[in-house]
């Protein structure tokens, strides 16, 4: 029997020309190994499928619902949060890694036990986020004006890319149904930013 969340992703995935299935096929989960959010807990669950894969333009997209447990008994925390996904070649990331910076991250850079990349043209984004990558100078070239633009409205966003892979989500929230329509194109339109052309 299907829930109230699978009737309404159907609805949105017609509305929207995409696809929908209740559970991943097995054949997605290799592509988001590289990704932090994926290697994290144990139980991992993907569920709420909305998808579209254009082979003549060499891009497949996901926006799905995505469960893990860590810990066990009862320090056991479980989490959840819709994810956008997308495959493209004309990506081409640097690996890179970004999240709200909290007080603890401003506490561990004073120290100087780590530290994140900042951008001095865009103080308010630098203070929100915390940035990092295996390669800063490529990132740098990658973030342009309308993304560091993006992210300072739009606060508490995780980001993570890798060669032609990205993926963008909020931690531990499940995207209401409503508001779906609005992750996907902002995921889009993020895709866009990153590319060298557009989708």
Not at 91 to 102: A, K, N
Not at 115 to 142: C, G, M, V, W
Request: hydrophobic content about 35%.
């Amino acid at each position: 029997m299907s829930t109230s969340r699978e009737r309404q992703l159907k609805k949105i995935a017609y509305e929207l020309n995409l696809r929908y299935t209740p559970v991943a096929t097995q054949n997605l989960l290799p592509y988001l190994k590289d990704f932090r959010l994926f290697k994290r807990g144990a139980r991992r669950k993907i569920r709420n499928v909305l998808y579209e894969e254009h082979p003549l333009l060499d891009y497949k997209l996901h926006v799905f619902d995505y469960y893990f447990v860590v810990g066990s008994g009862n320090s056991r925390k479980s989490y959840k949060q819709t994810v956008f996904f997308i495959q493209s070649k004309k990506l081409g990331l640097p690996e890179f890694w970004m999240q709200p910076e909290h007080f603890f991250h401003k506490i561990g850079e004073y120290l100087n036990l780590s530290k994140d990349i900042d951008f001095e043209t865009h103080p308010e984004f630098s203070n929100q986020y915390r940035l990092k990558s295996t390669d800063e100078d490529y990132l740098r070239a990658t973030m342009k004006e309308e993304i560091l633009h993006f992210f300072t409205i739009n606060k508490q966003w995780y980001l993570e890319g890798v060669n032609y892979f990205m993926i963008f989500y909020k931690k531990n929230e499940i995207i209401p149904g409503d508001r779906i329509k609005d992750f996907y194109k902002s995921g889009l339109e993020l895709a866009r930013m990153l590319e060298a052309n557009d989708l």
